[in-house]
């Protein structure tokens, strides 16, 4: 079983940064894939980023978030600049030991608590 702690949300205005940061309990972190989603009030989850040998992005996103790992300290990160208001949700870390990665939420094993990012206009 490997858990995963999300940290890093907050409130902040259009325009600003956040880093979020999920560290994780497994063992062999290096094998594997992680991953951002999101959902918003009244929206369905959403593929943000993954990180698996290279990195991943949705279209939304592209430019303006970056996912990185520490695989000595097993954390992933989100660094997100420019935020908009749309980017406003909870965003969820996820995770599966595979050697590739996936956009969908459903084949990810493990998730973590979430994280709420509120962006104010």
């Known amino acids: 079983q490997v858990q995963l702690v999300e940290s890093g949300g907050g409130l902040v205005q259009a325009g600003g940064s956040l880093r979020l940061s999920c560290a994780a309990s497994?063992?062999?972190?290096?094998?594997?894939?992680m991953a951002w989603f999101r959902q918003a009030p009244g929206k369905e989850r959403e593929f943000v980023a993954a990180?698996?040998?290279?990195?991943h992005y949705a279209d939304s996103v592209k430019g303006r978030f970056t996912i990185s790992r520490d695989n000595a300290k097993n954390t992933v990160y989100l660094q997100m600049n420019s935020l908009k208001p749309e980017d406003t949700a909870i965003y969820y870390c996820a995770a599966r030991q595979s050697p590739t990665y996936s956009d969908s939420g459903l084949w990810y094993d493990y998730w973590g608590q979430g994280t709420q990012v509120t962006v104010s206009s």
């Open positions: 990180h698996r040998g290279s990195t």
């Open positions: 497994a063992r062999t972190f290096s094998s594997y894939a």
